[in-house]
């Protein structure tokens, strides 16, 4: 069974410092990782994915085998990143597991 | 290219009556995914249809039904509805192979069951 856990429902940060959303998932095969990111009023959309290893608005994540954990960071928060933040792994179907979810605000 | 559609985007229905939802791919995607969406239970998987064939299903009773037409629009049926179908329910179209697998989400249709 595959498993993906946000433990953070909630996370405020101020304008300018570092963020961390963490994700931890379980699967006993080689998963892929995601995260979807919601922003107001709009649809669900493709943050980043693992295989790309590329930052997207400033956002990284690495995938921790060790640890199973896929942490989503960015080094200065910005207002405009408030959003759901949703973890999701795909394993050898295409269907997503996706976790609770964390609303993260940014203070100005 | 237009974004993924889904049709309507709200509804209102009452405990045993069923319902269809509608959702029109991205052009060229041939794969289609359901997702039901509430404040309990978060984003859960319903099923993927690919070139109008089932292909996975989610752990969902078989009052939740779908197809998917040879032009790859899908539609969902529930049927003899409860009150804890009230949902978002949440269409995905799909491109890609493997690790390249991405999927984009359309609006969603919001059901409410009375």
């Known amino acids: 069974a595959q498993r993906v856990t946000q433990p953070e429902k909630l996370l405020s940060v101020f304008k300018g410092a570092p963020v961390e959303l963490k994700c931890n998932y379980s699967y006993s095969g080689s998963p892929e990782l995601f995260w979807y990111v919601q922003y107001s009023r709009q649809r669900l959309q493709l943050l980043l994915r693992h295989i790309s290893r590329e930052s997207i608005k400033g956002f990284t994540a690495d995938l921790n085998k060790g640890e199973t954990s896929f942490h989503l960071k960015k080094p200065f928060a910005q207002e405009e990143d408030s959003a759901m933040y949703y973890c999701?792994?795909?394993?050898?179907?295409?269907?997503?597991?996706f976790g609770s979810g964390t609303q993260l605000t940014v203070l100005p | 290219k237009a974004g993924v559609t889904q049709t309507p985007r709200y509804l209102i229905k009452t405990r045993g009556q069923q319902v269809t939802l509608s959702c029109s791919p991205i052009?060229?995607?041939?794969?289609v995914s359901w997702y039901q969406q509430t404040p309990g239970q978060g984003l859960q998987f319903l099923f993927e249809y690919f070139s109008e064939t089932q292909r996975n299903k989610g752990n969902f009773p078989g009052r939740f039904s779908g197809r998917q037409f040879s032009n790859s629009r899908s539609e969902m049926n529930v049927s003899t509805l409860e009150l804890g179908d009230s949902a978002l329910y949440l269409c995905?179209?799909?491109?890609?192979?493997?690790?390249?697998?991405?999927?984009?989400f359309g609006p969603g249709t919001r059901l409410t069951v009375t």
């Open positions: 999701a792994l795909s394993g050898s179907a295409r269907q997503l597991t």
């Open positions: 052009s060229g995607h041939r794969s």
């Open positions: 995905a179209s799909g491109e890609g192979q493997g690790a390249t697998y991405e999927q984009y």
